[in-house]
C-alpha cells in the first residue's frame, strides 16, 4: 500500500472532472469514478480492494479502503463526535488549565483531539500540512460550522508546515498538541480512520516538533503517544497520564528544562 496518499476518485461520472483537479492539485492519482471501478471484473475488484481512495462526491469528501461496499467512508465527523460522550484522558491532560486558554494542535489530522481540545479552551489551531488531509479537515469542519454549536466556530484549521507556522510565530499559545503518527506493534487492531493514516503517511513528519513547541508554548505541551512507547525526542515529561493504550505526556513549561532557542 502506498504512503503516497490516496488514489482519487470521483463518485460518480459526474464528479470526474472535479476529482481530476483535485488530484492534480494534491499531487495524487486520479482513477476515474467509483461507480465504473466497482464494475470491474472480479478478479480486478479484488486488486483494488488493496487501495485507499479519496472520493470526491455530493454530499461528502472521504476515505473508502477497496471500492465495494464492504469498508464504511472515512471522513471528519465533527457532528458525530461532538454528539457522542468525550472519555479521552486528553481532558486530563488539560486539568487546571484557564477555560479562556488558547491551544494549538500541531498535528490534527483528522480532527478528533482537536474538538476535545476546543471544549475546554477558547481557541483552537489545527495545523495540518497534507493537503488531501487538510482537505477532509477542512471540509468536515465546514459542513459542522453550517449547524449551531459554538464550539465549531472556535477551531481555525491551516494547511500549513507546523515547524515553519511555530517558528514564525509571535503570539504563543497556552498549549500545544503534539499527535505524531506512530506505528507500534501490538496484538490489538487500531481504529479504521488511524490505521488509514498510519498506512498512507509516511512518518518522520514531526522530527524536532516537540522542542519547538517547548521554546513556543506559554503553559503546556501535551503529547499522544502509545502506552509502550519511548519519550519523544527522548524527552522525560513533567507527568503522564496512562489509559490502557494510549499515554498522554504532559511538559509543564514552568518544569521543566528547555532546549536551547
Not at 469542519?141 to 510565530?169: T, W
Not at 527522548?234 to 511538559?251: M, Q
Request: proline letters at 4%.
Amino acid at each position: 500500500m502506498s504512503k503516497d496518499g490516496p488514489l482519487v476518485v470521483g463518485e460518480d461520472k459526474s464528479f470526474e472532472s472535479k476529482a481530476k483537479e483535485f488530484a492534480l492539485s494534491t499531487n495524487l492519482i486520479f482513477k476515474g469514478n467509483l461507480e465504473d471501478l466497482e464494475r470491474e471484473p472480479l478478479k480486478k475488484i479484488e486488486e483494488l480492494n488493496k487501495h485507499y481512495y479519496l472520493v470526491i462526491g455530493s454530499k461528502n469528501l472521504y476515505l473508502k479502503l477497496g471500492v465495494t461496499l464492504k469498508n464504511k467512508p472515512i471522513y471528519s465527523d465533527f457532528l458525530g463526535w461532538s454528539e457522542k460522550p468525550m472519555k479521552s484522558n486528553i481532558l486530563l491532560a488539560m486539568k487546571g488549565l484557564p477555560k479562556d486558554c488558547s491551544v494549538l494542535d500541531a498535528t490534527a489530522g483528522l480532527g478528533q483531539d482537536a474538538l476535545y481540545l476546543a471544549t475546554l479552551s477558547k481557541e483552537v489551531i489545527l495545523l495540518e500540512q497534507i493537503p488531501w488531509l487538510f482537505s477532509l479537515l477542512e471540509n468536515g469542519l465546514d459542513k459542522a460550522k453550517r449547524g449551531h454549536k459554538k464550539i465549531f466556530s472556535r477551531m481555525h484549521p491551516f494547511c500549513v508546515n507546523a515547524k515553519e507556522y511555530l517558528q514564525e510565530l509571535e503570539e504563543s499559545p497556552d498549549v500545544i498538541y503534539l499527535d505524531p503518527m506512530f506505528n507500534f506493534s501490538n496484538k490489538s487492531k487500531a481504529k479504521k480512520d488511524l490505521q488509514a493514516l498510519r498506512e498512507l503517511i509516511k512518518e518522520g513528519l514531526t522530527n524536532d516538533l516537540l522542542q519547538i513547541s517547548l521554546l513556543k508554548a506559554k503553559r503546556r505541551v501535551i503529547v499522544k503517544r502509545h502506552s509502550k512507547q519511548d519519550f519523544l525526542e527522548n524527552l522525560k515529561p513533567t507527568y503522564s497520564i496512562f489509559g490502557r493504550v494510549i499515554r498522554f505526556d504532559v511538559y509543564a513549561i514552568s518544569q521543566v528544562d528547555l532546549p536551547l532557542g
